[in-house]
């Protein structure tokens, strides 16, 4: 007789799917010291190569700009602040003590940070190198990247086309509200590269710092997952994808059966995907971390770490902001690029940036080669209001439809009453903004760098700003309310 099968099998009887092994496995931060140390050093050198060799300021000017920075633990979903085990007090006694040095090598376009601490062990290093449309790529204690950043053939410029389809700019004699009110921003915002104003015909005014100038690449940080949520958007014209409401179709995320299935690409770019990892900290102790600034800190696969996170609350129900959502967002892109048969590098930028004509954007690249989707781009103030005015005219550029329509609607709204955050872009909902209408939306980067949009008014303002300065936000405010004014 047969022997019966057990009535509570231990595993279901789902027929397997190509590929289909479940969740990935997931990665652990490791928040040691040494790991911190690393992380610390890695960031400078990360800031020093964008400063110097992808925007372009000379070594003097970078160092006036430049602050050590701790690497921070990340923390829960409580508002606690986590330990930083003295990483930030012995950051400050390095750099005090002479122990921390950054060297510059102008013909390879390298950085190299270096710890030195006898008590501590060997010293720790953190190298980064720059490359044409690669951006600032971070190395980390490895000499090279893992792959070759071979020329990308990109459109040239416009010169003779008037803004945005080319890049002719002739702004007219400025009003003399805007003039002040530039005044008044530039006075309290010693970190600012320049602000622009324009619509989508004409540029109406435009200033820039000593260190700033209309052909220089300055950082964006963060305002990059705006660029990233549009490249999701031109997928969907073009039928590459089919919903923003569909399974997140990541490369690590095939199995249905793995809860990373319940993800949806709405999920990602409205920051409630409920991604995260496991933290082992210094005393050995461990909790929950939602990452935000590691993939600026750690040379590693962007897009294989963020895939490897953790699913930590039910997707869609609570907003934490990460960058490993829009990292996996990256992910997606390339695969969807690869899947075609279509060359990674040239295709991203022919979707979006070189069809916009933004010659100057530039992503910055990992150690792995991916094209960094959640920050750490670069472009001029000209370029990035194009991004803006895409909007401005729903998804319309030179007469042909870019973006699905509704699409503008759907990234410049918020995603849920009492929250200010939309798709990859932020909103006035909260006023922060009180001289400006509530519906303002903007392209935001960790050091006030912004993309106004202004739909009602069909306005753009593009601001950038140094990362270790603060911006006054009040004057700022203030000067788009001017720009809009004077319409």
């Not at 003295?86 to 940070?113: C, H, K, M, Y």
């Not at 001029?380 to 007469?399: I, S």
Request: proline content about 10%; glycine content about 8%.
């Amino acid at each position: 007789m047969p022997e019966a099968p057990p009535p509570e099998p231990l595993f279901d009887r789902m027929p397997s799917f190509p590929s289909a092994d479940g969740p990935p496995d997931p990665l652990i931060y490791d928040g040691s010291a040494r790991a911190l140390r690393q992380r610390s050093v890695n960031f400078a050198a990360k800031r020093f190569v964008d400063m110097m060799y992808v925007t372009g300021l000379d070594r003097a000017t970078a160092e006036r700009h430049f602050r050590w920075r701790p690497a921070a633990i990340p923390g829960g979903l409580a508002a606690r602040p986590v330990p930083d085990f003295g990483i930030g007090r012995a950051l400050e006694e390095a750099s005090a003590g002479g122990r921390l040095t950054i060297e510059s090598d102008d013909r390879d376009r390298r950085i190299t940070v270096r710890w030195s601490d006898p008590e501590f062990g060997p010293p720790v290093v953190g190298h980064a190198i720059a490359r044409p449309d690669y951006g600032g790529i971070l190395l980390g204690p490895e000499a090279a990247p893992r792959f070759e950043p071979a020329p990308i053939p990109r459109p040239p410029s416009a010169p003779d086309r008037a803004w945005p389809l080319g890049d002719g700019v002739a702004p007219p004699p400025p009003a003399p509200a805007i003039a002040d009110a530039a005044g008044a921003l530039f006075a309290g915002s010693p970190g600012l590269y320049g602000v622009l104003a324009a619509t989508p015909e004409r540029v109406l005014f435009e200033r820039y710092s000593d260190f700033g100038a209309p052909d220089r690449a300055t950082p964006s940080w963060s305002m990059t997952k705006a660029v990233t949520c549009t490249l999701i958007g031109r997928l969907l014209q073009e039928g590459w994808l089919r919903s923003l409401h569909d399974p997140a179709p990541a490369p690590l995320w095939r199995d249905p059966r793995g809860i990373h299935h319940r993800i949806t690409l709405d999920h990602l770019l409205r920051m409630r995907s409920g991604l995260a990892f496991p933290v082992l900290a210094a005393d050995g102790t461990t909790h929950l971390g939602f990452e935000n600034s590691a993939v600026y800190l750690d040379a590693a696969d962007a897009f294989d770490v963020a895939q490897r996170s953790i699913v930590a609350t039910d997707p869609g129900a609570v907003f934490r902001y990460v960058n490993s959502g829009i990292n996996v967002l990256g992910a997606i892109l390339r695969a969807e690029i690869e899947r075609r048969g279509l060359p990674y590098y040239v295709t991203l930028y022919g979707l979006l940036a070189d069809r916009l004509g933004m010659r100057s954007y530039q992503h910055s690249a990992d150690i792995a080669g991916n094209m960094i989707a959640s920050g750490a781009g670069f472009a001029c103030l000209r370029d990035y209001a194009k991004l803006g005015v895409l909007y401005l005219q729903d998804g319309m550029w030179d007469g042909e439809r870019l973006l699905p329509p509704g699409f503008a609607d759907y990234a410049l709204s918020p995603s849920h009453a009492g929250t200010s955050y939309a798709a990859c872009f932020r909103t006035n909902a909260d006023r922060l903004f009180p001289d400006l209408p509530d519906e303002t939306a903007w392209a935001s980067g960790a050091s006030d760098q912004r993309i106004f949009i202004l739909r009602r008014q069909r306005l753009v303002v593009s601001v950038t700003n140094e990362t270790d300065y603060p911006v006054d936000l009040p004057a700022l405010g203030r000067f788009v309310a001017a720009a809009a004014a004077s319409l």
